[in-house]
């Protein structure tokens, strides 16, 4: 399995209501796209201090390699990231990804 792992900073405009509204986006993938098996979102609760603004994200979970490679060409992520993409600090720069191997 693959764990799909984004991390974000949102611009400080975006309205919490905006974000829901994005996720909700992101989140309608599951089932949409074969092998995407679940998506959580939410907001960074480590204490730690850590984040480097890195303040929102999202993992989704992929049933293998090819289930991600079918994720990442879909057309109805594509738009769903260009929204995310235009809601963050720095478009490209407030956002980072990084995929995980599970069993």
Not at 28 to 33: E, K, N, P, Q
Not at 50 to 64: E, K, N, P, Y
Not at 84 to 98: H, K, N, Q, S, T
Request: glycine content about 10%; aromatic content about 8%.
């Amino acid at each position: 399995m693959i764990r799909h792992c984004v991390f974000v900073k949102f611009r400080a405009d975006v309205s919490a209501a905006e974000r829901a509204e994005i996720y909700a986006g992101l989140n309608a993938l599951v089932g949409h796209i074969d092998g995407l098996l679940r998506a959580d979102f939410g907001p960074n609760i480590s204490p730690e201090g850590v984040s480097q603004g890195f303040d929102d994200g999202f993992i989704m979970d992929l049933a293998d390699d090819a289930a991600r490679d079918r994720y990442l060409v879909d057309p109805a992520h594509k738009a769903a990231g260009a929204r995310l993409v235009a809601a963050l600090e720095g478009g490209r720069d407030g956002i980072m990804v990084f995929d995980l191997r599970v069993d």
